[in-house]
């Protein structure tokens, strides 16, 4: 069977990412995992993933989600970048909604959640593409 869509979880709590990532698998997504920024990027650039879900906070080690996200939308203006926080500041919802995100969702995500974005992803990819999911 083919996948709805290819997702790319970016976060540095590997076990959360890894959660998201086997939830979404149930629902027909091929997901793949990142817990760095900079991994992140590259694996975009590499394979050009449907979906991204970008944790804002990616920890010391790392640039952040929003440099991903703007990144991200230099190498291709039309990437699907959603992007997962527990942060409300009103200046990095701005500055996400500017740079493109599709959504900014707070922490934590019910599973329901993240498969409806997952979807309404997924539904505009598929209509980039001429089809219908």
Same mark, same amino acid.
């Given at each position: 069977?083919?996948?709805?869509?290819?997702?790319?979880?970016?976060?540095?709590?590997?076990?959360?990412?890894?959660?998201?990532?086997?939830?979404?698998?149930?629902?027909?997504?091929?997901?793949?995992?990142?817990?760095?920024?900079?991994?992140?990027?590259?694996?975009? #650039?590499?394979?050009?993933?449907?979906?991204? $879900?970008?944790? !804002? @906070?990616?920890?010391?080690?790392?640039? =952040?989600?929003? *440099?991903?996200?703007?990144?991200?939308?230099?190498?291709?203006?039309?990437?699907?970048?959603?992007?997962?926080?527990?942060?409300?500041?009103?200046?990095?919802? #701005?500055?996400?909604?500017?740079?493109?995100? $599709?959504?900014? !969702? @707070?922490?934590?995500?019910?599973?329901? =959640?993240?498969? *409806?974005?997952?979807?309404?992803?997924?539904?505009?990819?598929?209509?980039?593409?001429?089809?219908?999911?």
């Amino acid at each position: 069977m083919e996948s709805k869509a290819s997702i790319l979880v970016v976060d540095d709590e590997e076990g959360l990412a890894y959660s998201i990532m086997q939830y979404l698998s149930r629902f027909g997504f091929a997901t793949e995992m990142k817990t760095n920024g900079e991994a992140a990027v590259e694996y975009y #650039k590499a394979n050009h993933p449907d979906i991204m $879900l970008i944790d !804002v @906070l990616l920890g010391e080690n790392s640039i =952040d989600g929003i *440099e991903v996200l703007k990144r991200i939308k230099e190498v291709d203006a039309n990437a699907l970048c959603v992007m997962t926080t527990r942060i409300t500041d009103e200046k990095t919802v #701005k500055k996400a909604k500017e740079l493109g995100a $599709l959504h900014y !969702v @707070l922490k934590p995500l019910s599973g329901d =959640d993240i498969v *409806e974005i997952a979807n309404e992803a997924a539904e505009i990819i598929q209509q980039r593409r001429g089809r219908h999911v």
